[in-house]
């Protein structure tokens, strides 16, 4: 497969993986064992001297939707959902720093004995001094999703590259689950994903990284080792950017 020519380029990325895979196996909730695997990932990507951004939903506690679904009034379950990833920012933060990777948690709603509030100009700071910042809580606003808040977050943070884990190895032009003779693309446009609303991230999410031109990588966060094989371009995935 051909390398993506912007790959060595990056200095800065937003690292995007959804709350589901901090399950590991399990069907809910964290397991610290595979939390603790991926901040190997996140800490094999720091050394090859980026900087770091993440972004951790919160899919495998809460999700505002689907309490809605059940009676709960949306905005309240879209805040408890917020607070859900907070606590996956927790458990990644203690991850790395059980590696000896610095970090910080800054969350969007501010909660000042957890963690940091959401200041980019400090965020700015930790990044240069090497640490790993966690940006939690989303955009901090109830009918988003913490696609939208990574996307605003790298735009923000001037990241060069988004960089979406998950458990497809890229981008399809049919679910892969159950459509054997599915394709993947290694290059789309954000607007082919917008009109054939293709299942990467949120159209919000998608809209913001074309307006800023950031790239958006699509990989699969499953396999071991993917993150530094996404940033040396070796990695099956899908990179969503500009062109006709
Ligand atoms: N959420 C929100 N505003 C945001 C980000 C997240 O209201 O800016 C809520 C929303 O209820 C969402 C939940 O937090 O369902 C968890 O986030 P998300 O579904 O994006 O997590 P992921 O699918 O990445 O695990």
Do not use: W
């Amino acid at each position: 497969m051909t390398l993506p020519a912007s790959a060595p380029d990056y200095k800065r990325i937003l690292l995007k993986l959804s709350g589901e895979v901090l399950m590991g196996e399990q069907d809910y909730g964290i397991d610290p064992a595979y939390v603790a695997r991926l901040a190997e990932e996140v800490k094999a990507a720091k050394e090859t001297g980026l900087e770091v951004c993440l972004v951790i939903g919160g899919g495998n506690i809460f999700r505002g939707v689907a309490g809605a679904a059940r009676g709960l009034d949306r905005t309240t379950g879209d805040y408890m959902g917020m607070l859900a990833t907070v606590m996956n920012a927790l458990a990644m933060q203690n991850a790395l720093e059980q590696i000896g990777v610095q970090t910080r948690v800054q969350s969007a709603i501010p909660m000042a004995s957890v963690c940091e509030p959401y200041i980019r100009r400090r965020a700015e700071r930790h990044l240069q001094k090497g640490r790993v910042v966690i940006f939690a809580a989303g955009t901090g606003n109830p009918f988003f999703t913490t696609d939208t808040g990574a996307a605003l977050r790298a735009a923000e943070m001037g990241c060069d590259a988004l960089l979406k884990g998950t458990s497809v190895d890229g981008v399809y032009d049919k679910d892969p689950k159950g459509n054997p003779d599915a394709v993947r693309f290694d290059t789309i446009t954000y607007g082919q994903v917008l009109s054939d609303n293709l299942k990467v991230m949120d159209a919000t999410a998608v809209a913001l990284c074309r307006e800023n031109s950031i790239p958006i990588v699509v990989f699969s966060i499953r396999e071991r080792g993917n993150v530094a094989k996404v940033l040396k371009g070796e990695s099956v995935q899908t990179i969503v950017q500009g062109g006709s």
